[in-house]
């Protein structure tokens, strides 16, 4: 059982906008570049890119195409220095990025630890791909949420890990990811994810001192704005007239202007509306979640008339208490096909207000979920 509390809920529903043709990497306008040829790196502070800590800055030393930052020493943490790999930071202000290109020019080398990173920043959250040398030989990529790694894309380059080459990891207006190498595509639409549009930060992590970037290149352009139309939205200011089979359980307080829920099994309240599912939707809402014990959950979405759990039109925002803890969650089922449940999954603390943001684009067959 759980006891929470909602204070506002909004279902919108995507009008018609015009869109332009795809654009390849090399088309898109460059947002942030530096090469270091000036033989510093003026403007990136040693800090680490999320936490703003203290780090220790890089070797600046000749390369093939001018100068290159490499790592210092062994690049192994002692216990009593964590700042001993490079790490640097550079303000940036990207916002609303659609498409978008993370670029840069590097090598490693094969002893461990040896890696160049580059990380683009969302407050807490970050996209950071690699030249991972060492034994493993690999392009990387991966985005972290909160601390915790959602998703990681693992490609082997066997000993060009080794060497000088170009890396791009570019994001299409679909969010499909791909990695191409000196201008040749190496992986293509190997991940979708668009959930970072926003970015405060570009960082970089060199590890060793046989690892180097000679150059960074953030690319990208912004997603055209969308004309939502409003379906369905509440407050709560007032009584909402959802429709119970337990009326205990699922209160409207208008004392605190907020919908009050105390939910088991086979309980249910909801709201009839116009639905069209092959329509673009976004669901926002905000939760407060007082107690959830493990095995139970909490489900807020879009079903069919019926209620039922399977159907072709049904899709929600899950909080549940799990083995790993509390997380949030998306929930979906096409066609009788179960989805999601476990992708992206998001801690939550009780006692906590979240805002809620789910959207659906059937044309990409593509969820999204912000917390």
Not at 274 to 302: H, M, R, V
């Amino acid at each position: 059982m759980k006891t929470a509390f909602l204070t506002k809920i909004a279902l919108v529903l995507a009008g018609l906008y015009l869109v332009c043709p795809g654009m390849s990497r090399a088309d898109l306008p460059v947002l942030f570049y530096d090469n270091f040829d000036d033989g510093n790196f003026d403007g990136w502070s040693p800090t680490y890119p999320t936490t703003g800590d203290p780090a220790t800055p890089p070797d600046v030393v000749p390369s093939p195409q001018g100068y290159s930052l490499r790592g210092v020493g062994s690049g192994y943490y002692p216990t009593d220095d964590p700042g001993l790999t490079v790490l640097l930071s550079h303000p940036v202000s990207l916002n609303n990025v659609g498409k978008l290109s993370i670029e840069f020019r590097a090598k490693s080398g094969p002893q461990w630890p040896n890696q160049a990173q580059v990380w683009l920043v969302s407050g807490n959250n970050v996209y950071i791909v690699h030249d991972y040398g060492e034994s493993n030989r690999r392009a990387d990529w991966l985005i972290s949420v909160n601390g915790q790694t959602q998703h990681e894309f693992n490609y082997s380059i066997g000993n060009l890990a080794y060497e000088w080459h170009d890396f791009a990891w570019t994001r299409d207006g679909n969010g499909w990811w791909s990695l191409s190498i000196d201008g040749q595509i190496q992986a293509a639409n190997f991940y979708q994810d668009n959930q970072l549009t926003s970015f405060d930060k570009v960082g970089m992590h060199i590890v060793r001192n046989q690892s180097e970037i000679e150059w960074v290149r953030i690319s990208g352009v912004a997603t055209p704005p969308e004309n939502w139309q409003i379906v369905y939205q509440t407050d709560f200011s007032s009584d909402p007239g959802w429709i119970t089979n337990w009326p205990d359980r699922y209160v409207w307080d208008p004392a605190t202007g907020t919908y009050c829920f105390s939910h088991i099994m086979y309980t249910y309240s909801y709201i009839p509306i116009a639905y069209d599912p092959t329509l673009k939707y976004k669901l926002e809402f905000d939760i407060n979640l007082t107690q959830c014990e493990w095995g139970s959950y909490f489900n807020l979405g879009l079903w069919d008339a019926d209620m039922l759990t399977k159907g072709p039109t049904h899709w929600h925002v899950r909080y549940h208490h799990v083995d790993e803890g509390n997380s949030a969650c998306i929930v979906y089922w096409t066609n009788d096909l179960y989805g999601g449940g476990d992708s992206p999954i998001m801690p939550f603390a009780l006692n906590a207000w979240y805002h809620n943001k789910a959207i659906y684009d059937p044309t990409s067959d593509m969820f999204t979920l912000e917390i």
